[in-house]
């Protein structure tokens, strides 16, 4: 049975069902689990969580007098685990790049922690926790509404080690935020997120030493690694009826390519949906600009150039365009030289033009040295300044750049190292 009761009633052997309020405020990344550890139940009396639901059947009952049940949850229906969990109440109010960059920072690490345990689960065979899953999404899809650039910015920068599980983190984001572009309506935004995280789940199905080779694969490898799509489909297929369906669209289609030269099944064309053909963009995006065992991620404003030459034939032109639009030419974290011959990263975008962003410019190449950090928004009236050109960040002594666009120390940025 499924109890509502309060903090202070809590004790340990209780299953905790759901904690009432932001999964974002609470300590914990899981949402259902046994409370077995004092340290636990001590974080959660401090947290700005009030009450609980826990499930009795799978732990100990309260002894409180009574529970915190309103008469209509007591109707509620039990076995079905979705209706029953409350509103906590999203936050969908526009917030400046700035601003959302500090909340993007923890949903950043939270959705990474949470990643990790469905992975990990998925490797040992377990059903997918789709609860755990759509909080992730509601999270990051409520961050890209606030603002659209602060956390698909910030999911970018990621380890070698933790690839897998940002890199779903990544492209949840980045479907939402091209998503939004595209006109998708709430629902729709977030079955494309949805869709995102989950896309590379049959990555768990992978051979831990294909899947982590610090290095180029071998023909033999590769072919293993193309199993992914329709691994990840298998595993996805066992929770199908809490998935949005166009989440095993895009799990099983993301690597098809317009011209008919993708896998698993060579789609063409209009046989590829529009969620696929996001899919398809973003993962690459995503795959290109991070950083890898044996390379260095490009530089973004690079990757759009890039992904440009090669979009005749791999990518949607419709969806490509609207890809480029959500993230800009020169996406937040480029490293541009602008016409004074001063070096600048672009630290946001200008409603104005996707071609004059606002730059943080801090080195000057006249003196060769750098210079008091000063914004810039190229698009602003009677402003002389423009870009010049892309620079290749690893040609360049910065390794401060993603603090100098983020405004974020190093370990705010997406991983908090206590917790590593
Ligand atoms: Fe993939
Ligand atoms: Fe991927």
């Not at 690597?255 to 963009?281: C, F, N, R, W």
Request: charged share 30%; hydrophobic share 40%.
């Amino acid at each position: 049975m499924l109890k509502k009761i309060k903090v202070e009633h809590v004790v340990c052997g209780m299953f905790i069902r759901e904690l009432c309020g932001s999964w974002m405020e609470h300590p914990f990344w899981r949402t259902r689990f046994l409370l077995d550890d004092p340290k636990d139940l001590a974080s959660l009396r401090d947290s700005s969580i009030r009450e609980v639901w826990i499930d009795t059947s799978r732990g100990r009952d309260t002894e409180a007098v009574e529970a915190v049940v309103t008469p209509e949850e007591r109707d509620v229906a039990v076995p079905a685990p979705l209706q029953f969990i409350p509103d906590t109440g999203r936050d969908r109010e526009p917030a400046s790049t700035r601003e959302e960059l500090e909340r993007a920072a923890t949903i950043c690490r939270k959705s990474r922690q949470a990643m990790t345990s469905i992975f990990g689960e998925a490797r040992m065979g377990r059903a997918v926790d789709t609860e755990l899953a759509r909080k992730v999404v509601e999270e990051i899809t409520d961050s890209v509404t606030r603002n659209s650039r602060a956390l698909v910015s910030l999911a970018r920068l990621k380890n070698a080690d933790d690839y897998t599980y940002m890199h779903s983190v990544a492209v949840c984001a980045l479907m939402v935020a091209l998503g939004r572009e595209l006109g998708l309506e709430d629902t729709e935004l977030l079955a494309a997120g949805e869709a995102g995280l989950m896309h590379d789940i049959g990555k768990a199905a992978m051979p831990l030493e294909v899947l982590n080779k610090p290095g180029k694969l071998t023909a033999e490898e590769f072919a293993v690694m193309k199993r992914h799509p329709a691994e990840g489909h298998r595993i996805l297929q066992a929770a199908a009826e809490a998935l949005h369906p166009v989440t095993l669209d895009v799990c099983l289609h993301h690597h098809e390519k317009m011209d008919g030269s993708g896998y698993p099944e060579g789609l063409t064309g209009e046989q590829i949906t529009l969620y696929a053909k996001m899919g398809a963009v973003c993962d690459v995006y995503d795959a290109i600009t991070s950083n890898r065992p044996y390379k260095a991620g490009w530089d973004p404003g690079e990757s759009i150039r890039k992904m440009a030459e090669w979009a005749d034939g791999h990518f949607d032109p419709r969806v490509f365009q609207a890809f480029v639009k959500s993230l800009g030419i020169y996406p937040v974290g480029s490293l541009v030289r602008l016409e004074s011959g001063r070096i600048g990263v672009v630290v946001d975008q200008s409603s104005a033009s996707l071609l004059k962003p606002v730059v943080k410019i801090f080195y000057s190449t006249t003196s060769g040295c750098r210079i008091p950090p000063k914004i810039v928004d190229l698009s602003a009236p009677h402003q002389k300044e423009a870009i010049a050109a892309r620079e290749d960040p690893a040609a360049w002594p910065f390794p401060d750049l993603d603090e100098l666009w983020s405004g974020l120390p190093q370990e705010r940025q997406t991983r908090d190292r206590r917790e590593a």
